[in-house]
């Protein structure tokens, strides 16, 4: 999945240290590692950890796309597009609302985020299309 926002920025060690700027876009990728139910049982959020060079900083486990390749999100980029290419089209398959610490023991660690061990989520849209569909007004083509 491909993360976009306009937050903080900084590096994957030291986390965010870069102000948020409105004009400055930044994108990164990640590997979805859980879908988090809702009471219905189907899958209304997703979970993802920020994986490292290591195993100590695969905190869920699961896949992972590599030190160089995986990012998170920061401070400010909530709401933002959460997109998958698919198929040759980008698709609009969530929207990330959260960075988390996770409860972990030894020998693995997790840390504030945005650095290495700490992980991330949010909403996903087909849940909710139909909802979204009936309180967007369409206007016709002029």
Known sequence: ???????LGGDPRR???VPARADIKR??????????????????????????PDITTNVIGGSTLGNRREATVGA???GGPVLVL?????????????????????PRFSVPPPRLGSGGGGMLIAPYA?????????????
């Open 1 to 7: 999945m491909t993360l976009a926002g306009y937050g």
């Open 15 to 17: 986390g965010g240290y």
């Open 27 to 52: 994108l990164g990728e990640n590997a979805l590692d859980v879908f988090v139910p809702g009471a219905d049982g189907y899958p209304r959020a997703f979970i993802y950890d920020f994986d490292g």
């Open 76 to 78: 400010g980029d909530s």
């Open 86 to 106: 698919d198929n040759g089209r980008w698709v609009l398959v969530g929207i990330h609302t959260f960075n988390l610490v996770f409860p972990v023991k030894p």
């Open 130 to 142: 139909a909802w979204l569909r009936a309180l967007t007004v369409t206007y016709p083509p002029r």
